[in-house]
């Protein structure tokens, strides 16, 4: 018995190196494995060097169904994640680039981590206890944390390994006081796991040596049809919330909590991206689709449902969980052809999903959203799950 594990588990090694070897754009030829046990594994490869000449490296969960999550330094962007459809057929369904350097441009955020503050701050500012801090940004407003926000920094790796089987990711970003506008040397800890029920986990954590606001968030575009060429709106939809957060034509909030009932807002059954979303509907013009945050419910019970998204085609459901009080649905709006896709063609309107947990956009200035405030001696804490299955 034991030596038929230790036959698999070499037969494994030597297909996984083999695998990593083949593959394309890879920029070396080594490629370390840093632990395996049974089949859960996680691999580390180079992938390139930033503008500033930093190290960016490349890290491949794999668990034991052979679903594979690739995730790098820098902006702990997950750059690829399979998922198996009712045939048991693993596709790619997350956007994003084949190389490093499309990265290290403006793109609309690829599977990276937000950071210090996912979405909108309006006019690029807010006050703490009558200080008032003004934030780096490319208009008025101040989008995902800034001109060089979490996404761009290069994350140092607490730790690379298979722990209790689950192939397990750490990193770590110290920000600067003052960062971006931000009061406070802010330490974040993001934990990545992807375990054997097909769940990837995000786990975030944050502590402060000033009083400062943080809303850390992840950016995966998902097409669970593994077909980039293909848009997302025969996707059906579900999400836990009876009312969102409308916005004005800056998509920030207004500070109104609306009803989702008798609108294109009102996902609380399942249902096709593309029904509603040209509806002749204010919000729906101000978002250009859906670009909007929704309330989510049983704020107070921890980590529950939140949202999913089923393809019908494929049968691949994605299951949120997360312990967030709301979402940003976007539905890939901004898209325009102009970036170039992994499959070698380019990533059109609408090509992908995004549902990012989050704290309200633009809560520092609104007082009746949940607080972002974090001081020091206190720890953010956050979780969100991505569950994959067939239906
Ligand atoms: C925002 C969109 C934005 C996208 C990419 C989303 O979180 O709500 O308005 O275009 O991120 O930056």
């Given at each position: 018995?034991?030596?038929?594990?230790?036959?698999?588990?070499?037969?494994?090694?030597?297909?996984?190196?083999?695998?990593?070897?083949?593959?394309?754009?890879?920029?070396?030829?080594?490629?370390?494995?840093?632990?395996?046990?049974?089949?859960?594994?996680?691999?580390?490869?180079?992938?390139?060097?930033?503008?500033?000449?930093?190290?960016?490296?490349?890290?491949?969960?794999?668990?034991?169904?052979?679903?594979?999550?690739?995730?790098?330094?820098?902006?702990?962007?997950?750059?690829?994640?399979?998922?198996?459809?009712?045939?048991?057929?693993?596709?790619?369904?997350?956007?994003?680039?084949?190389?490093?350097?499309?990265?290290?441009?403006?793109?609309?955020?690829?599977?990276?981590?937000?950071?210090?503050?996912?979405?909108?701050?309006?006019?690029?500012?807010?006050?703490?206890?009558?200080?008032?801090?003004?934030?780096?940004?490319?208009?008025?407003?101040?989008?995902?944390?800034?001109?060089?926000?979490?996404?761009?920094?290069?994350?140092?790796?607490?730790?690379?390994?298979?722990?209790?089987?689950?192939?397990?990711?750490?990193?770590?970003?110290?920000?600067?006081?003052?960062?971006?506008?931000?009061?406070?040397?802010?330490?974040?800890?993001?934990?990545?796991?992807?375990?054997?029920?097909?769940?990837?986990?995000?786990?975030?954590?944050?502590?402060?040596?000033?009083?400062?606001?943080?809303?850390?968030?992840?950016?995966?575009?998902?097409?669970?049809?593994?077909?980039?060429?293909?848009?997302?709106l025969?996707?059906?939809?579900?999400?836990?919330?009876?009312?969102?957060?409308?916005?004005?034509?800056?998509?920030?909030?207004?500070?109104?909590?609306?009803?989702?009932?008798?609108?294109p807002?009102?996902?609380?059954?399942?249902?096709a991206v593309g029904k509603e979303i040209n509806a002749d509907n204010?919000?729906i013009k101000?978002g250009g689709g859906y670009?909007?945050?929704?309330?989510?419910?049983?704020?107070?019970?921890?980590?529950?449902?939140?949202?999913?998204?089923?393809?019908?085609?494929?049968?691949?459901?994605?299951?949120?969980?997360?312990?967030?009080?709301?979402?940003?649905?976007?539905t890939?709006n901004?898209?325009?052809?102009?970036?170039?896709?992994?499959?070698?063609?380019?990533?059109?309107k609408r090509?992908?999903?995004?549902?990012?947990?989050?704290?309200?956009?633009?809560?520092?200035?609104?007082?009746?959203?949940?607080?972002?405030?974090?001081?020091?001696?206190?720890?953010?804490?956050?979780?969100?799950?991505?569950?994959?299955?067939?239906?």
């Amino acid at each position: 018995m034991n030596q038929l594990k230790s036959i698999t588990n070499g037969f494994l090694i030597f297909s996984l190196i083999f695998t990593a070897v083949s593959c394309k754009n890879q920029k070396k030829d080594t490629n370390e494995i840093i632990e395996s046990k049974e089949m859960s594994t996680i691999e580390k490869k180079e992938f390139g060097t930033t503008n500033n000449d930093e190290k960016v490296s490349l890290y491949t969960l794999t668990n034991d169904n052979g679903m594979k999550v690739e995730i790098m330094t820098l902006g702990g962007i997950i750059t690829s994640l399979t998922a198996p459809d009712k045939n048991g057929t693993y596709a790619d369904v997350v956007l994003g680039f084949d190389v490093l350097e499309p990265y290290l441009e403006a793109h609309p955020y690829f599977g990276a981590l937000i950071g210090r503050y996912g979405n909108r701050i309006a006019n690029g500012k807010f006050a703490l206890d009558g200080v008032e801090y003004k934030l780096t940004s490319d208009g008025s407003t101040q989008l995902h944390g800034g001109r060089v926000g979490f996404d761009k920094a290069v994350w140092t790796v607490l730790n690379a390994a298979v722990i209790d089987g689950v192939a397990t990711l750490k990193l770590k970003y110290i920000s600067k006081d003052g960062e971006e506008g931000y009061p406070g040397k802010l330490e974040s800890i993001v934990t990545y796991t992807l375990d054997d029920e097909d769940t990837v986990q995000v786990q975030y954590e944050a502590t402060t040596d000033k009083k400062t606001v943080v809303n850390l968030t992840q950016h995966s575009y998902f097409n669970l049809s593994g077909d980039f060429s293909k848009d997302i709106l025969d996707h059906e939809v579900m999400i836990n919330a009876d009312t969102y957060t409308p916005v004005d034509t800056g998509l920030i909030p207004t500070g109104e909590i609306a009803m989702v009932e008798g609108t294109p807002f009102d996902f609380r059954t399942p249902k096709a991206v593309g029904k509603e979303i040209n509806a002749d509907n204010e919000q729906i013009k101000n978002g250009g689709g859906y670009d909007h945050n929704w309330v989510l419910t049983n704020q107070n019970d921890g980590i529950r449902l939140v949202a999913s998204a089923y393809h019908p085609t494929s049968g691949r459901l994605l299951e949120v969980f997360s312990s967030e009080p709301g979402i940003q649905f976007y539905t890939g709006n901004f898209l325009d052809a102009t970036l170039p896709g992994k499959n070698g063609g380019t990533y059109d309107k609408r090509s992908g999903l995004c549902m990012e947990t989050q704290h309200y956009p633009d809560s520092p200035n609104k007082p009746n959203f949940p607080s972002t405030e974090l001081r020091p001696g206190e720890k953010y804490t956050t979780t969100t799950s991505f569950k994959f299955s067939i239906k």
